[in-house]
């Protein structure tokens, strides 16, 4: 099984809005092996948001509830 990072929006509800770019310069859904893989991807995005939010780069940051990992078939 793969998983996916999933973010909450109003329009369409949790959706993975995770990508990678390729060689080529097109984007595709960012998938994981593992849920663990999972769990680490998003932490170091929101220690990163964290950061820049000290930093006072951003104005606000993403809340950990905004997000969910979900097994895709």
Not at 10 to 39: H, L
Not at 55 to 61: N, T, V
């Amino acid at each position: 099984m793969r998983y996916e990072i999933q973010h909450y929006t109003i329009c369409d509800g949790w959706i993975n809005t995770w990508t990678i770019e390729q060689d080529n310069g097109e984007s595709e859904p960012e998938y994981f092996d593992t849920f663990a893989d999972a769990v680490d991807a998003l932490d170091d995005f929101l220690n990163e948001e964290h950061d820049a939010y000290q930093q006072g780069w951003i104005d606000s940051k993403y809340s950990r509830d905004e997000f969910r990992i979900a097994e895709v078939a």
